[in-house]
């Protein structure tokens, strides 16, 4: 029930008590203020984290060939071993369970022009998984597909960047481009957040590039996801299964350390996570810390100001003032001011990290921000401290007897 | 009004018990004004709390206008408070953030009257104690005399049967304190009961009734003539 009187003295204790109620404020507002500072900048530290490796699935695995360094079963070294699409269909077919996405990469450089202008561009000739597994995001038209693939189309998917160097203002979708001298058919423009290497590059169907460039069925590179269900250690383990399995297809030795290298994000990964989930830890310990300071402060503010007051219980009581109302007072009081001064606290905080935050990059933090309901939830938990902190020793002022609390000078 | 038979009560200080009040029978009837003396030391305070409800006795019977005053609750207490007593304290005990009228209001408060009713009430008797013009001042800004006239207003404010002062001028020089005591002679001839516990031989002449306590008994008890405070400002 709204007690209209109530409110009315509560609100001449904290105007006419301005010290006292500033000081407990003042607790609670720094408290909420660390807290939310603490976790965004936390959070921020664990943005860059995952952000850095958002160009590529982050379950991603890259086989690449060169040339042995050790004789192996009657083969010299310094052979030169090089993937063919039956690679890449042994690998799809026999470790069907833990691959998820694959593809094929062929590289080419070439000059490019569209009516009068002309670049050198980077060529992709890749399946049309590549999508996934480069995140590439087409913004325009569609992808390489299947169909592509079986048909060998003459298309390209372009760049972002290519398409404002070349196309300037006109829509590429329909046009040709001409590559080193072919026309091929701009079918789709994407976008890469790997940055503006990743979007100077053109994307064709790899089957069309094996037939253009060399009549052959060669293959530079072979990259895959794992599925996205296995753990770092079996992922890890099916990365060195993998890179066993193909040692003895090419009869490479097993520590030949060049002919058949297989990079596994899951080891890189395992270590962030490890790092992320320590990270976590600190913040949650570094959360709780401010958070206790802050219930140790108000709660001695609480008995302070019930000690303070006894006097002015005694009159109280003295004067007719049941214990109840005594101990709502004192509580509706600190209730009151807590919650203010928490809110205060979040806005400051909230705000003072939108302020510095864009600044931060440098030093490793990317948008540092909380999550309100966190924010919230601590602004709560003070609040409720503060109640109970100051519901004790109000209860027990209430229950003094007032000859006692007149005495108190 | 105020019946009190055989009343005992005794404090323990760390191992050993101080029996202060060693059987104290006293009855006071409407419109007296008794003046309860004694050494310190003698229980005329501890008398006074204890007829007050600020205090709780060990031992014996004490009615006030017909109503037992026996294991009251925190609460019942705080009503029987409100409703039949009215205090005036040595130290005035006002709330040192509150202005006079608000300090005065403060019992019609806990009441449960309304504002206006209250504010209303609370001015009726500042006037009466000629402090209208004061009622926005803090007890800060008051004299000694006029922070008792605000006390006394504020005894009065609930318009309780009995009032109660505890050395009501023990802490104002000699004009101030005539001032304070006809002004309670006053109040006891419009009809209020008063006690007044003090140890200064004038201000206890000023009273109808002087009971005196010595180690806890009563020694004496005696109606006198009443000498007029006026006669002295």
């Known amino acids: 029930m709204f007690d209209i009187d109530l409110w009315r003295e509560i609100f001449q204790s904290i105007s006419k008590n301005r010290t006292r109620s500033l000081l407990s404020g003042f607790t609670v507002t720094f408290a909420i203020l660390l807290f939310t500072i603490l976790f965004g900048l936390a959070n921020g530290l664990n943005n860059t984290f995952s952000e850095a490796f ?356 | 009004m105020l019946e009190i038979n055989q009343l005992h009560k005794s404090y323990s200080i760390g191992d050993s018990k101080l029996h202060v009040l060693k059987g104290i029978d006293l009855s006071v009837n409407q419109g007296e004004m008794v003046a309860i003396m004694g050494s310190s030391g003698s229980g005329k305070s501890t008398l006074l709390n204890i007829i007050g409800m600020l205090d709780e006795a060990d031992e014996g019977a004490y009615i006030l206008d017909q109503v037992p005053i026996k294991n009251l609750t925190e609460k019942k207490a705080a009503i029987y408070r409100n409703k039949f007593l009215g205090f005036i304290f040595q130290s005035f005990n006002l709330i040192n953030y509150k202005n006079a009228l608000e300090n005065v209001a403060l019992p019609l408060y806990y009441q449960g009257l309304k504002r206006k009713e209250r504010q209303e009430k609370a001015r009726f008797h500042l006037e009466k104690v000629g402090l209208l013009d004061w009622e926005t001042h803090l007890p800060s800004e008051l004299s000694g005399g006029q922070k008792q006239r605000v006390a006394i207003a504020r005894a009065l404010a609930s318009d309780p049967k009995l009032i109660l002062a505890d050395e009501p001028t023990g802490a104002l020089d000699t004009t101030t304190s005539y001032d304070i005591m006809a002004f309670l002679q006053q109040l006891n001839n419009e009809g209020k009961t008063i006690l007044i516990v003090t140890h200064e031989e004038d201000i206890a002449a000023m009273c109808k009734r002087i009971v005196r306590l010595r180690d806890g008994v009563i020694m004496e008890d005696k109606k006198v003539t009443q000498v007029r405070a006026e006669s002295h400002v």
């Open chain 1, 54 to 409: 958002v160009d590529d699935a982050a379950n991603a695995m890259f086989i690449r060939s060169g040339t042995t360094t050790k004789a192996h079963k009657g083969m010299q070294a310094g052979r030169r071993v090089q993937f063919r699409n039956e690679d890449y269909n042994y690998i799809k077919t026999d470790f069907d369970d833990n691959v998820e996405f694959i593809t094929s990469r062929i590289y080419k450089n070439v000059n490019a022009s569209f009516r009068n202008e002309k670049n050198n561009y980077s060529l992709r000739a890749v399946h049309p998984d590549h999508q996934y597994l480069e995140k590439t995001k087409v913004f325009q038209g569609r992808y390489i597909n299947q169909r592509d693939m079986d048909l060998k189309t003459k298309v390209v998917v372009i760049g972002k960047l290519v398409k404002d160097d070349l196309f300037l203002k006109v829509d590429p979708l329909g046009k040709y481009i001409n590559l080193s001298g072919i026309p091929y058919l701009v079918v789709g423009v994407f976008a890469d957040d790997g940055g503006d290497d990743e979007e100077r590059l053109l994307y064709m169907p790899l089957s069309t590039a094996q037939q253009v460039y060399g009549n052959n069925d060669y293959v530079d590179q072979i990259n895959l996801t794992y599925k996205p269900d296995l753990d770092y250690n079996q992922a890890i383990d099916f990365g060195l299964d993998l890179e066993k399995q193909l040692k003895e297809r090419f009869l490479v030795a097993p520590n030949d350390q060049r002919a058949v290298r297989v990079f596994n994000m899951a080891m890189q990964n395992k270590g962030i996570n490890q790092m992320t989930s320590v990270l976590g830890i600190l913040i949650l310990i570094i959360g709780m810390g401010t958070l206790i300071a802050g219930i140790v402060g108000i709660s001695n503010i609480m008995i302070f100001i019930v000690k303070e007051r006894t006097k002015e219980i005694g009159i109280r009581k003295a004067l007719g003032a049941s214990p109840k109302s005594i101990v709502s007072i004192i509580l509706v009081e600190s209730i009151f001011i807590t919650t203010i001064a928490g809110y205060f606290g979040l806005l400051l905080g909230v705000g003072i990290l939108e302020l510095v935050g864009p600044n931060l990059k440098t030093y490793f933090i990317t948008n540092p921000s909380v999550s309100i309901s966190l924010v919230l939830s601590a602004t709560l938990i003070l609040i409720g401290a503060g109640s109970l902190a100051g519901y004790l020793p109000a209860k027990k002022a209430s229950k003094i007897k007032p000859i006692v609390a007149l005495r108190d000078d």
